[in-house]
């Protein structure tokens, strides 16, 4: 079932940022764009890798107005534990959730109950606390936050502007496309002779592709 649409449950969890531990709630959602950051474990080894490329990113997520939540289902303390050994994780300036309870985890679907620990789960939730975008790797598998700036980015651009959408690989300031007609599918005009080499049933199947100037005119007599 799609996740799409679905508006996150309340909660309230610690987090560890700025070398400081406080409460997050769903409250610090609301209002304003988001993205969870699922990943399995601390101490671990794609983990890492992946935490530090959002975190080379940072800044560009803030300067559209979206938040970035790490979350995994290891405590607050560990998490000020790995900042404390790694180079890398010392770099985060982000929230890092504790979900040891696996409340956000279950709420985002992405809990693996015989591991006790999350997907490798990514969502993008729009400021009245919905799931808008999401993706779910393999646990070898890392991401890229270069694309997950440009979904964020493309779901405030449809967000704002209804009646456009974004076609593949669009980056701020591209082309977007206006839903119509006249963008659905694509066709070049049929031969008369093309036409006559086809059953009447198969021209009439394709015929509604095209323009009712150019559908075929079944013989008659």
Known sequence: ???????????????????????????????????????PADFTFVCP????????????FQAIGCEVYSVSCDTHFVHK????????????QYPMLADPTHCLAKDFEVYIEADGVAERG???VNPEGKIVAYEV???????????????????????EHGDEVCPAKWQPGAETLKP???LVGSFKP????????MSWSSAAVQRDSLPPSTWPVPATG
């Open 81 to 92: 534990a790995w900042h404390d050994a790694s180079e890398r994780i010392q770099k985060i």
């Open 1 to 39: 079932m799609s996740l799409i649409q679905k508006e996150i449950a309340d909660f309230s969890v610690q987090c560890y940022q700025n070398n400081a531990f406080r409460t997050a709630t769903k409250a610090d959602v609301l209002g304003k764009w988001s993205v969870f950051f699922f990943y």
């Open 190 to 197: 049929w031969s008369r002779r093309q036409i006559s080499t």
């Open 180 to 182: 119509s007609l006249d």
């Open 137 to 159: 790797n393999a646990g070898n598998v890392g991401r890229n936050a270069d694309e997950l700036l440009r979904k964020v980015q493309a779901c405030q651009f449809v967000a």
């Open 122 to 124: 990514s969502f993008i």
């Open 49 to 60: 890798t992946e935490l530090e490329d959002l975190a080379n990113l940072y800044d560009k």
